[in-house]
Nanobody, 118 residues
Framework: QVQLVESGGGLVQPGGSLRLSCVAS????????MSWYRQGPGKEREEREL???????????SYEDSVKGRFTISRDDAEKTVYLQMNNLKPEDTAVYYC????????WGQGIQVTVSS
């Protein structure tokens, strides 16, 4: 059974940083693409926004335009963990962040709240 468990969210002031972690289990983590999505306030599940993706090898990453230069996705295959380092956070980054992967179907973590506010 695939499980994805996020941690590291919270309340931070604009300009601050957070590091999200997602520990995976129930599938062979190595070689699978891993992604972070976010769902902003008042948005529906179908409106979740793809924030960042890292390939199975970890050699290729991609980012949504608004987070380029501020967010960094990485992975530790030995720990079966994917990270999202978020720097220079802005109020518009406020959302529930979800870790996700696609195996036989798309799987989601439970989500973790990130609030950027002064």
């Amino acid at each position: 059974q695939v499980q994805l468990v996020e941690s590291g969210g919270g309340l931070v002031q604009p300009g601050g940083s957070l590091r999200l972690s997602c520990v995976a289990s129930g599938f062979d983590f190595v070689g699978y693409f891993m992604s972070w999505y976010r769902q902003g306030p008042g948005k529906e599940r179908e409106e979740r926004e793809l924030v960042a993706t890292i390939t199975g090898s970890g050699n290729i990453v991609s980012y949504e335009d608004s987070v380029k230069g501020r967010f960094t996705i990485s992975r530790d295959d030995a720990e079966k963990t994917v990270y999202l380092q978020m720097n220079n956070l802005k109020p518009e980054d406020t959302a529930v962040y979800y870790c996700s992967t696609l195996t036989t179907r798309r799987y989601w973590g439970q989500g973790i709240q990130v609030t950027v506010s002064s």
